[in-house]
């Protein structure tokens, strides 16, 4: 039968081929072909859970691990539905007896569980004694803390992290310390409260990751916007940073997109976008211009890794909003006479796809994005469902900083 005809095969049609293949029914077929292997993974995981054996769950998951069968998937699931019951506790005990060393992990392979389980803390009340526990178990701090960072929840769980690590004297490695300061510096930030300089250029930045190195700068950099010093310094140095190794050159600017679309600060987005324009493969002879004489847009970034790519919808959240700056500027209408969106911002709109957005910010960035989307569009009812989103994403986040003042002077 040809594959693109409109005639559709009898049941008895269908009958036939599913006996063939060794069903007694195309009905049959259908249910127990789609009784996978991945189903039957999800109840064993039901039926450890249900029974609550700690020894059973932890030699289910060291099997899983020694035999590389699914473990991710079968580690997340297990810890979830603990951390769903409460029993915190239980699930830290599994962990530390676990023999698992998840450094044989790539990256990517760790945002998944660093996604798995921490974003289930945030649908969960968690008690402070169960907090302090979690901050006391290395694998939480190194895989979920760190790997999560979760932007929707700095007024809750999250944004205690830091208060309770000083309280109770958790020792951490420096560069986990300086991890959650930042965090703390950027929750006072939304909070409307004072922040500090980090004297940035004193850290010891040798061992850091560069997503981290990233988040340091950003933080001096929005201290300097407050107390009104030029950051040039900062930039210099992440430059050298760059120049050093351009593959990578997507972390270290990652968390410098978040402090220039949150202080509105355009020649920011613009430096940051000229850094990743030299980094593409070829320099500039690799990138393709969609804004005519003006391009930012760029097909070739070297992508090193699956989360990369997540990161680089981040760049084209800054794309959409120079490109609305641009607008704005020449006072030229965001609107062609027939109702559609200009040419050049669609094409940064189609490029924007919000299942590859990073999980922990995806609130975050999508506050920017309706900004985008509010100020892409003329017609009144279409602008109000935009506002009506950020609205409720701005409830949502429940940050003082943003508000419908917040939207409405983006880009005065």
């Known amino acids: 039968m040809d594959a693109n005809s409109n005639i559709q095969a009898s049941i008895s049609t269908l009958d036939i081929f599913s006996q063939f293949v060794g069903y007694n029914s195309y009905d049959e077929y259908n249910r127990m072909a789609n009784y996978s292997d991945m189903w039957t993974l999800k109840l ?12 059973e769950i932890i030699y289910h998951l060291n099997a899983a691990w020694h035999k590389n069968e699914n473990f991710s998937i079968s580690f997340v699931g297990v810890i979830r539905e603990l951390l769903l019951l409460g029993k915190v506790k239980l699930a830290i005990d599994i962990i530390l007896e676990s023999k698992i060393d998840l450094h044989d992990l790539n990256y990517s392979e760790l945002l998944f569980i660093g996604n798995g389980i921490g974003s289930v803390l945030r649908k969960i009340k968690i008690k402070e004694d169960d907090l302090i526990l979690l901050l006391n178990n290395k694998f939480f701090v190194d895989y979920i803390f760190l790997l999560f960072v979760d932007y929707s929840s700095l007024n809750s769980y999250y944004g205690l992290i830091y208060s309770l690590i000083k309280r109770e004297k958790i020792k951490l490695p420096p560069y986990q310390n300086l991890f959650f300061l930042s965090i703390d ?20 930045k040798k061992l850091l990751h560069p997503i981290l190195i990233g988040r340091l700068a950003s933080l001096e950099i929005a201290a300097c916007k407050k107390m009104n010093i030029n950051y040039d310094y900062v930039l210099n140095d992440i430059s050298t940073f760059i120049n050093s190794s351009k593959n990578i050159a997507i972390d270290y600017l990652y968390e410098i997109k978040t402090i220039s679309l949150l202080t509105k600060d355009f020649s920011l987005m613009e430096w940051i976008i000229s850094q990743e324009k030299a980094s593409t493969t070829e320099g500039i002879s690799n990138i393709e211009f ?10 070739d970034f070297p992508v ?19 490109a609305i700056r641009k607008k704005v ?16 911002i669609e094409l940064i709109l189609n490029r924007i796809n919000k299942e590859n957005w990073v999980m922990s910010y995806y609130s975050y960035l999508d506050l920017f994005f309706q900004i985008g989307n509010y100020y892409c569009i003329k017609e009144k009812r279409q602008k109000n469902n935009f506002l009506k989103k950020y609205n409720a994403i701005c409830k949502d986040l429940n940050y003082p900083i943003f508000d419908e003042n917040y939207l409405n002077n983006y880009f005065d």
């Open 329 to 344: 500027i020449t006072r030229d209408e965001l609107l062609l006479p027939d109702d559609k969106v200009d040419f050049n």
């Open 44 to 55: 064993n995981i039901c039926s450890l859970v249900n029974r609550m054996d700690s020894d």
């Open 185 to 204: 510096n950027f929750r006072n930030l939304l909070l409307k409260k004072k922040i500090n300089l980090i004297k940035y250029l004193k850290i010891d």
């Open 290 to 299: 969609n804004y005519k004489n003006n391009g930012f847009w760029y097909d």
């Open 304 to 322: 090193e890794e699956a989360y990369q790519n997540q990161h680089l919808q981040y760049s084209y959240i800054l794309h959409l909003i120079l």
